[in-house]
Nanobody, 125 residues
Framework: QVQLVESGGRLVQAGASLRLSCSAS????????MGWFRQAPGDEREFVAT????????YYGDSVKGRFTISRDNAANMVYLQMDNVKPEDTAAYSC??????????????????WGQGTQVTVSS
């Protein structure tokens, strides 16, 4: 049974940095592209970043480009989201997601098969 478990969310001040982690219980982890999405209360789920199974291809949402970095450690079945220079508008529940990597990049919610429960990030001004 596939499980994705996020951690690292917390309350931070604007301009700070934090790193989110996602542990994936996927036997063939490198066969899966991983993504981060976020959702604030009352808003739709928003694409943040995705990384290919090999880790060689990354893609970011416009609102985080240049501030956030996605990475993965296939030996440890982990994916990370480094968040730098955070802003109050980054406040949301952040979830990681997985989908079989067929050679494209995946930025849409419906493209992902497995989802974690989320970790809350709150940025104060």
């Amino acid at each position: 049974q596939v499980q994705l478990v996020e951690s690292g969310g917390r309350l931070v001040q604007a301009g700070a940095s934090l790193r989110l982690s996602c542990s994936a219980s996927i036997p063939t982890f490198s066969d899966y592209a991983m993504g981060w999405f976020r959702q604030a209360p009352g808003d739709e789920r928003e694409f943040v970043a995705t990384i290919s199974g090999s880790g060689h291809i990354t893609y970011y949402g416009d609102s985080v480009k240049g501030r956030f970095t996605i990475s993965r450690d296939n030996a440890a079945n982990m994916v990370y989201l480094q968040m730098d220079n955070v802003k109050p508008e980054d406040t949301a529940a952040y979830s990681c997601a997985a989908t079989f990597d067929a050679g494209s990049y995946y930025s849409l919610v419906y493209e992902y098969v497995y989802w974690g429960q989320g970790t809350q990030v709150t940025v104060s001004s």
